[in-house]
């Protein structure tokens, strides 16, 4: 996490995705409790030191909440539907999600 960009190594086609921090976004991750010789943001228990699966968690989130019929992938997809009223966001997020975001003032750019 440097210049307020997130890099994700490790993606599911393969590639390197950067996500850009808003203010409230950085503030939120740099105050977040460290695990002292960690340097994950959201550390695991098991030997790899980072979390590996989330699934339990938001579940028992979703049950609390009452939430039927929705998976964290579901989240992404709303992300990605707040960005297309608009089309007012950084490039940079823009183009991480270009192919699935039809926006018709893009080639604008």
Same mark, same amino acid.
């Given at each position: ?11 599911? $086609? ?21 695990? $002292? #010789?960690?340097?994950?943001? +959201?550390?695991?228990? #098991?030997?790899? #030191?980072? /979390? ?5 968690? +938001?579940?028992?989130? /979703?049950? /609390? ?6 998976? +964290?992938?579901? /989240? ?13 966001? $950084? ?19």
């Amino acid at each position: 996490m440097d210049n307020r960009v997130l890099t994700l190594r490790e993606t599911k $086609d393969g590639t390197t995705a950067r996500v850009p921090f808003n203010d409230e976004v950085w503030l939120t991750f740099t105050t977040l409790d460290r695990v $002292d #010789g960690n340097t994950h943001v +959201f550390p695991g228990r #098991g030997p790899s #030191g980072r /979390l590996d699966n989330v699934k339990k968690s +938001f579940n028992a989130a /979703l049950t /609390l909440a009452k939430i039927e019929n929705f998976r +964290f992938h579901d /989240l992404r997809h709303t992300f990605a539907s707040h960005l297309v009223p608009s089309c007012e966001v $950084d490039p940079i997020s823009l183009d991480t999600y270009e192919w699935r975001i039809p926006c018709p003032r893009r080639s604008a750019r």
